[in-house]
């Protein structure tokens, strides 16, 4: 008499049951990059990274550039670091104003942490911002910063390998910058070697030489930073007049 | 050493997706991984745990799909298999190309919930 109800009654069983989701894990960072990069574009700033390994000389390129740059520019750059301010103070040398995040030990920036950085600033009367990033060829790869143009550096001193050990942040990166060229006859440095394995992991990017030291390099670098800074794909809405023609 | 942090989002975001279903309990969450995306899997799977526990996602599982790297050759007009992160070259025709379709995915595709 019963049997009809008994067998139509749910069975009182849990089953998993797999639902779609479909969200990027590091959603909450590339939304605060797109807002980043949004406001760098309103204020007309050009923004760039430099990730490498510890001791590549991201420090010391950004001293000389920051220098070279700042009779025609206005620049400015966040340092990150796990711990010291030793880099910020280097920085400060070259009379830019210069602000340093300390991560703690956090390996790497997030665009959060860009944002606290310029809390309060007004970012449009600049025309370069630089965020140096914790030395580490990991982990800052998977985080957008919402800046414009990512450099990767290595010196000749670490062997050219490099790329082939890291391929991802070569991968995340535009532009390969090889430092400290006025050591590449000592250190035996490959340089077809060196640029045949950034070929390999990332087809077509441009590769720079530098030597902060003797300035080898620091002209066409200068001149690369201005003409994307100044060209209409870099800044689709950037205002403000040519800059002076870089001669140093 | 990013994992655990990235493993905490993970959480996070699971967690966040329970709650928009009425509370329901998650047993395990699946992640789509490449290995263009800088995250090691053994180390996500070693911080799932210490990032789940004490949460109500204690106990869930994560389950990594990796996801191979796929790129377009413009020679063959058509999206290739890469063999090697070290080598970005059609597989096919040998001609570089950078042109990344998958292989950075870091994505929560899917939950297994109870209800």
């Known amino acids: 008499m019963s049997s009809e109800s008994d067998v139509s009654r749910p069975v ?3 089953v998993p049951r797999l639902v779609e989701v479909r969200q990027n894990v590091l959603k909450h960072n590339d939304v605060v990059a797109r807002a980043l990069r949004e406001r760098f574009r309103q204020g007309g700033v050009f923004v760039v990274s430099l990730v490498s390994s510890p001791g590549s000389g991201k420090t010391t390129l950004l001293e000389k550039t920051l220098i070279l740059l700042r ?34 030990t956090l390996c790497h920036l997030e665009a959060a942490m860009i944002e606290n950085a310029i809390q309060g600033w007004d970012v449009g009367p600049l025309d370069f911002l630089f965020i140096e990033n914790v030395g580490n060829l990991v982990c800052p790869s998977s985080y ?13 001193t670490e062997g050219e390998d490099k790329p082939l ?22 250190a035996e440095f490959d340089s077809t070697a060196a640029d045949r394995n950034i070929q390999a992991v990332r087809p077509g990017m441009r590769i720079l030489r530098v030597s902060a030291k003797t300035n080898e390099g620091m002209s066409e670098w200068l001149q690369f930073l201005a003409s994307l800074r100044d060209s209409p794909q870099a800044r689709p809405g950037g205002s403000g007049g040519p800059p002076r023609e870089a001669d140093s | 050493m990013h994992e655990l942090s990235i493993a905490l989002s993970i959480v996070e975001l699971a967690q966040e997706e329970a ?10 969450v699946h992640l789509r991984l490449g290995p263009l995306a800088g995250v090691v899997k053994e180390a996500l799977l070693g911080s799932y745990e210490m990032a789940s526990a004490g949460t109500t996602m204690a106990g869930s599982r994560l389950i990594i799909e990796d996801v191979p790297i ?9 999206q290739r298999l890469l063999s090697s992160v070290q080598r970005f070259c059609c597989p096919e025709c040998d001609t570089p190309t950078g042109e990344v379709v998958h292989g950075k995915e870091l994505e929560v595709f899917a939950l297994e919930i109870e209800e």
């Open chain 1, 12 to 14: 009182a069983v849990l």
């Open chain 1, 71 to 104: 009779p025609r520019y206005r620049v400015a750059a966040l340092v990150g670091d796990l711990a010291t301010e030793n880099d910020a103070l280097r920085l400060a040398r070259s009379q830019a104003p210069v602000k340093q995040i300390t991560t703690g």
């Open chain 1, 144 to 156: 957008d910063l919402g800046e414009n143009l990512r450099l990767v550096l290595i010196s000749v």
């Open chain 1, 165 to 186: 050990k890291y391929p991802t942040i070569f991968n995340s990166a535009d532009v390969a910058v090889i430092t400290k060229m006025d050591l590449a006859t000592a």
């Open chain 2, 19 to 28: 709650e928009r279903r009425g509370g329901v309990r998650v047993d395990a």
């Open chain 2, 70 to 78: 796929v790129v377009y050759c413009p020679q063959c007009q058509a």
